[in-house]
């Protein structure tokens, strides 16, 4: 069976569309880019002098967001509304049997 003109033309296009090179990294091409180790926490040297690091500029915002989410999700958490299958049903038989004039505490 001979293989159709469509089926010809999608194979060529697959080889053709194939890397002829090693591999491509998003840095232009050049081989995989990171910081080396220093030794020292987030790779910043101490000052000699024993002053306070400068905070940079995103480092308020991200403390402020981190911690207000934290707080803003324990309040949600708090006050988020009983909807266990167990409160339902107790709310329930109490309902039926108030409708059917039965007494609901009990002493």
Do not use: C
């Amino acid at each position: 069976m001979q293989p159709s003109a469509l089926t010809q033309t999608l194979r060529a296009g697959a080889i053709r569309r194939l890397p002829t090179t090693g591999r491509r990294y998003a840095s232009g091409g050049h081989g995989p880019h990171y910081n080396e180790p220093s030794g020292w926490l987030f790779g910043e040297k101490p000052s000699p002098t024993g002053d306070k690091r400068k905070k940079e500029g995103w480092e308020n915002i991200w403390y402020a967001g981190i911690y207000g989410g934290m707080a803003a999700i324990s309040v949600l958490l708090y006050y988020k509304p009983d909807t266990t299958i167990q409160t339902w049903a107790l709310q329930e038989a109490k309902a039926r049997m108030e409708a059917r004039g039965e007494k609901t505490d009990y002493p």
